[in-house]
């Protein structure tokens, strides 16, 4: 049977409806801004700690491995915008969903946001200088890779961050 096509706005609220389900699973109390405040999809609280952290959630469906010639091999990868090389703080979180085509099996990859912005602007201006025919614009990727891999760029790695809820307590 072939599979439904899946709206854009679809996949990001199946992301995000998702996340929430594993928060309250985790022992967070969340809740959706519903697009009120600006680059924050969540707000959460733990209740054991008291700690209040913002969250974006960013979904890809049909997320896989591929090899990229200026980076290596890439876990998953997340488009991103120029606006992400710039937004950071202490309390602010990202979750990225990937979700598995056909059975919809669901990776969560909580990242401090400090990490997201240094990576989409070291990497964007890596991959500026890497040919001359290369113009620049406002799009950027968010990549995952592999411990064990080498690789020319400092590669946040899928491993340090798949499931880490623990990182927002």
């Known amino acids: 049977m072939e599979e439904p096509y899946i709206s854009k706005n679809q996949i990001a609220l199946a992301g995000e409806f998702a996340v929430l389900s594993r928060l309250a699973l985790h022992g967070f109390d969340a809740n959706m801004t519903l697009g009120n405040t600006k680059s924050v999809d969540i707000l959460l609280s733990h209740p054991g700690t008291g700690r209040m952290c913002k969250l ?8 896989h491995p591929y090899h990229s010639n200026d980076f290596g091999d890439v876990v998953a990868r997340w488009h991103m915008g120029e606006k992400n090389e710039t937004i950071s703080s202490p309390d602010l979180f990202y979750c990225f969903v990937s979700i598995r085509e056909g059975d919809h ?5 909580i990242v401090p946001s400090e990490r ?4 989409v602007r070291d ?10 025919d290369r113009n620049d614009t406002q799009m950027r990727v968010f990549m995952l890779g592999k411990k064990g891999e080498n690789y020319t760029f400092d590669m946040p790695f899928a491993e340090d961050y798949q499931s880490r809820w623990d990182l927002m307590r």
């Not at 997201?116 to 990576?119: E, I, K, L, Q």
């Open 116 to 119: 997201v912005a240094r990576f």
């Open 56 to 63: 974006e959630v960013k979904t890809h469906l049909n997320n």
């Open 123 to 132: 990497s964007h201006s890596y991959w500026l200088d890497g040919g001359a």
């Open 105 to 109: 099996h669901l990776d969560f990859y």
